[in-house]
Nanobody, 117 residues
Framework: VQLQASGGGLVQAGGSLRLSCAASGLRFSIYNIGWFRQAPGKEREFVGDINWSGGRTSYAESVKGRFTISRDNAAKNTVYLQMNSLKPEDTAVYYC??????????WGQGTQVTVSS
């Protein structure tokens, strides 16, 4: 049972990246998936999440209007985080996490996103 985030990299401010969170070994379609990030010297913070069906998303104020979360339950067991208009302050390690009852208790390895100014 695991979640694996990928797709990070180095991008200039104003650019875009799409992160993926791939699931294996679990009934992916019943899991809510959240994205979190942690910058050096800072606590981990919530970025956004999507419910099990994909019918509801929520976002932190700092990324609202720039980031979009979607999911593919049918074919790829994957959740995506589309990040547009990236800013240097978006630099962090990004993690995805899964949960079924209001808490995220299944965490994947993170992927580094670096935004240069």
């Amino acid at each position: 049972v695991q979640l694996q985030a990928s797709g990070g990299g180095l991008v200039q401010a104003g650019g875009s990246l799409r992160l993926s969170c791939a699931a294996s070994g679990l009934r992916f379609s019943i899991y809510n998936i959240g994205w979190f990030r942690q910058a050096p010297g800072k606590e981990r913070e919530f970025v956004g999440d999507i419910n099990w069906s994909g019918g509801r998303t929520s976002y932190a104020e700092s990324v609202k209007g720039r980031f979009t979360i979607s999911r593919d339950n049918a074919a790829k067991n994957t959740v995506y985080l589309q990040m547009n208009s990236l800013k240097p302050e978006d630099t962090a390690v990004y993690y995805c996490a899964g949960g079924t009852a209001g808490a995220y208790n299944l965490w994947g390895q993170g992927t580094q996103v670096t935004v240069s100014s």
